[in-house]
């Protein structure tokens, strides 16, 4: 809470001619009385019996102001709590939760409406910055991935080599405090990046005992007159190309399963800890191909056999623990 205190004082002043000025500046020294009262009452300055000039003093008014600002939109940008708690989380990864603040642009492939099975973290760029130049803190610490962060992959064919993301942990949301993005004006502190600073802060223990278990279920089937969580509008002449995909940038079937819990204590008001155990898994079925020249799996073996499939996966596990103590 911000307290500002405003004093303001008004002064009045007569204008004298030439003759009463010389006639006052002469007698300013014997005949000027200077009258004061307490500070909260009018202070009066008599010059002469003719002249009189009063100076009032007003009583201190006091505005308040409250600190309910919406910080995410101020430099840096912040996300606290409650609006980490109020957004869809959808995968449940800290990008998930980037796509509010304006000055963050995603890769269109994690958007792409042909992958829905897709669980890794989307690549952001801040400020026009590439994807992998930016700086991932988790409490301080830099969760980075380095090894291969420029090339990705994950939903681009039959390719060994699938890439990797450009964060190295795929924390869930639901541990976290706020998220701080710095794009400009950044300290010196920070270094080994070129784009711009995600901080993340995970929360500390608020209850006295408190276990939370939760689980969320994503599934699709383009399969016409098939049950399905997700709708797909498909242009009749690709509805069968899309069915008897061999790749997984095109995926017409996919389910996803995701599971969090927790388990905190508050034993004292200077120490507590907190566990989670979160795991997000993906199951993308694919038809299996025939290898042509160059090796690779282009086209069904059997375009009409739909038992010969193949079963993709993508798994994620978060382990974390957290004690706090405060010496004071």
């Avoid at 007003?58 to 308040?64: E, G, S, Y």
């Avoid at 409250?66 to 840096?76: A, T």
């Avoid at 980075?144 to 939903?155: K, Q, R, S």
């Avoid at 795991?279 to 090796?295: E, K, Y």
Wanted: proline letters at 3%; hydrophobic letters at 35%.
């Amino acid at each position: 809470m911000y307290i500002y205190i405003y004093i303001t004082i008004f002064f009045s002043f007569n204008v004298l001619d030439s003759k009463e000025s010389i006639e006052s500046k002469a007698l300013q020294d014997s005949k000027a009385t200077i009258e004061e009262k307490d500070s909260n009452a009018t202070q009066n300055t008599q010059i002469d019996s003719n002249n009189t000039n009063k100076t009032y003093k007003l009583n201190a008014i006091t505005a308040f102001s409250d600190n309910d600002l919406n910080k995410f939109q101020s430099s840096p940008a912040v996300i606290n709590r409650q609006i980490i708690e109020s957004n869809p989380s959808g995968n449940g990864d800290i990008g998930s939760l980037l796509r509010i603040l304006p000055n963050v642009q995603f890769d269109n492939s994690q958007l792409s409406s042909n992958t829905p099975g897709e669980i890794s973290p989307a690549n952001i760029s801040i400020s026009g910055g590439l994807h992998y130049q930016n700086l991932f803190m988790l409490d301080g610490m830099n969760i980075n991935n380095d090894l291969g962060a420029g090339y990705n992959n994950l939903a681009g064919g039959n390719r060994l080599n699938t890439g990797t993301a450009s964060q190295g942990l795929a924390i869930d949301t639901s541990l976290l405090d706020s998220i701080t993005l710095q794009d400009s004006n950044i300290s010196a502190s920070f270094g080994g990046f070129n784009g711009g600073v995600i901080e993340a802060t995970t929360r500390r223990p608020t209850k006295k005992f408190g276990a939370k278990i939760s689980y969320q279920i994503t599934q699709g089937n383009a399969t016409p007159k098939a049950i399905s969580m997700t709708n797909y509008y498909l242009l009749d002449s690709n509805l069968q190309d899309f069915l008897i995909s061999t790749s997984s940038s095109n995926q017409p079937q996919f389910i996803k399963h995701l599971v969090k819990s927790s388990i905190e204590s508050k034993i004292n008001d200077n120490f507590g800890i907190l566990a989670a155990f979160n795991t997000t898994q993906s199951f993308i079925p694919l038809r299996r191909g025939a290898r042509n020249s160059n090796n690779l799996f282009q086209t069904p073996a059997d375009p009409q056999d739909y038992a010969d499939m193949q079963t993709q996966k993508r798994q994620i596990y978060n382990a974390f623990f957290k004690a706090y103590y405060s010496a004071t």
